[in-house]
């Protein structure tokens, strides 16, 4: 059973729970966001993951490139095994680019998810070519380019032509609306704590300061 961390309101550790029992008794506990920033000819990107259609929770929706927990002693640098796990790729620590930690409560069929996610972009332009990932949990890398999405999530156009590669490695064009995307804000019990709106616009317009060399950053 994995371990996790737990911490109180203020983020202060606790001790140390299985997840189960953190998800059940609402326990505050490190997640990490990971989302890959890439230049490419037509302008910058960031790199999407498709969650597979067996996922529990928003299944077939365009996700953060990788998220996951942490495990009871890990760090956030830590977490860059997501992105082995999920998409195949390996990056250097020295990537990791620290945007801050949001505080996330939302409802999941394990109980109320009470998250301190770590937030990080990392530059990378690897072709989506180059990832492999796993069709377990991921069953396309997209690329979404920057200002177009800032466009959709702001209401100034209604979808969004991306590149694709599916898990098999067959390459694709997608069309994409806000619909396409894990919510945010959250829907039906999901709420946020501490948490400005507009998560998708915030990480967009801190991809397009990154790629512009601008490393004055903050969610």
Known sequence: MERLDTFDELGRHTGV?????VHAEGLWHQVIHILVVARRE???????QRRAASKSTFPGLLDLS????????????????ELREELGIDVAPAAL???????????????TNRELAHVHLVADDRPLEAYAPDPTEVDAVVDLPVD?????FTGRRDVVECAAVGADGATT???VERSSFVPDPPLGDVRLEGDAPGY?????????RLADGDHRLAI
């Open 200 to 208: 998708w616009v915030t990480l967009l317009q801190m991809a397009g």
């Open 97 to 111: 680019v620290r945007l801050g930690v949001r505080r996330l409560v939302d409802v999941t069929p394990e109980g």
């Open 42 to 48: 037509s302008g910058p990107v960031v790199v999407l």
């Open 173 to 175: 064009r997608l069309t």
């Open 66 to 81: 990788a998220t996951g927990h942490l495990a009871a002693g890990e760090t956030p640098i830590d977490g860059l095994r």
């Open 148 to 152: 177009a999405g800032l466009d959709l």
């Open 17 to 21: 729970a299985d997840r189960l029992t």
